[in-house]
């Protein structure tokens, strides 16, 4: 008689164990069917056995890593939107100028139109066949066109940049020639803006550790933002590793330091030009993908952009400790 009471008490025990099985099986089974992509549900465990146990680590880990990259998906998205919305209003600055110069062009050659004119443009054109005012024109929509091309180059090399697979060959590299080669291009842009130019540059055969092209990109960029905010002196001073190009900034002018490295941002002065907003970013991007990094500080309305670069491998900061990515 002991043997069967011990028997019928087991069975009933493996019943009861199949049953919370059953209702356990069944619960996750709703829960999953019932959750939206990227939701913050994690199974939760009834039947604690050590399987069970490692079923549901397995599950929410899952889940883990999938709501993970819905996130990641979403704010790729939003980024994108944004990014367009953005740079698709730049784009259409120098094109609507351009397209706006040849009807003016054509109608100086004489030509018909079957687009209006604004008033303040037809008040421009007073002859036909007029080769001056054509040459005129024809100036403005190539240098428009130009403008275009830059902010198209810009958009391109940003989007290369961000990229976490992009990686540059980094080799032992003197920044001083690609420095004073760059200030031989710039040297008419710099004298028609009234700057001044101080260089101080103590040792010239120093060497870094870096990419000659994104080191050539990073000081044209940091040359062009001080054509664009600068007024005065264009300062760029040596020390160690470090390079700081200082220019003075004209009172009223608000610069934001912690937002300077942001894609598409632009202080007040420049509101109105054809920059992209990405050209310092895209310094911040390329020092990091040098193993360096760049900061900025006004003070007493002096704007002082600072990169420093790696002098060996060993410098560069693993990934998990390089500055975040804007």
């Not at 164990?17 to 619960?27: E, G, S």
């Not at 050659?109 to 024809?138: F, V």
């Not at 001044?196 to 080191?215: A, K, T």
């Not at 003070?299 to 060993?314: D, G, M, R, W």
Request: charged content about 20%.
């Amino acid at each position: 008689m002991l043997p069967v009471l011990i028997l019928s008490l087991l069975l009933l025990l493996l019943f009861s164990y199949l049953v919370r099985i059953h209702l356990q099986i069944r619960k996750w089974t709703e829960e999953l069917e019932e959750t939206e992509t990227g939701s913050n549900l994690r199974l939760t465990l009834s039947v604690r056995t050590p399987g069970f146990k490692r079923l549901c680590r397995a599950f929410n880990t899952r889940l883990t890593k999938e709501q993970k990259a819905y996130v990641k998906q979403q704010a790729a998205g939003k980024e994108l939107k944004y990014t367009i919305s953005c740079i698709s209003h730049d784009i259409r600055t120098p094109l609507t100028g351009a397209c706006g110069y040849v009807e003016l062009l054509k109608r100086s050659l004489g030509y018909t139109t079957t687009h209006a004119l604004q008033d303040s443009e037809s008040q421009l054109i007073r002859h036909a066949n007029d080769p001056q005012k054509a040459e005129y024109y024809l100036n403005i929509i190539q240098n428009r066109l130009k403008d275009l091309e830059t902010l198209l180059d810009e958009l391109f090399l940003y989007t290369k940049v961000t990229q976490e697979e992009y990686e540059l060959n980094l080799t032992p590299i003197a920044p001083y020639p690609v420095l004073c080669d760059l200030l031989a291009s710039f040297y008419d842009r710099i004298a028609c803006a009234g700057l001044l130019l101080d260089l101080q540059y103590p040792q010239e055969s120093l060497l870094v550790y870096g990419n000659e092209e994104g080191i050539r990109r990073v000081f044209s960029n940091l040359l062009k933002n001080a054509l664009t905010y600068g007024e005065q002196t264009l300062s760029i001073i040596q020390e160690g590793a470090s390079l700081t190009f200082a220019n003075f900034v004209p009172t009223g002018i608000q610069i934001d330091t912690e937002r300077l490295f942001e894609r598409f941002y632009k202080a007040d002065t420049a509101r109105h030009s054809t920059g992209s907003g990405l050209g310092l970013s895209i310094v911040e991007h390329l020092m990091q993908k040098m193993g360096g990094n760049v900061s900025a500080h006004l003070s007493e309305n002096i704007l002082k952009i600072t990169v420093s670069f790696c002098q060996t491998p060993a410098q560069m900061l693993p990934e998990e400790e390089a500055p975040p990515k804007r």
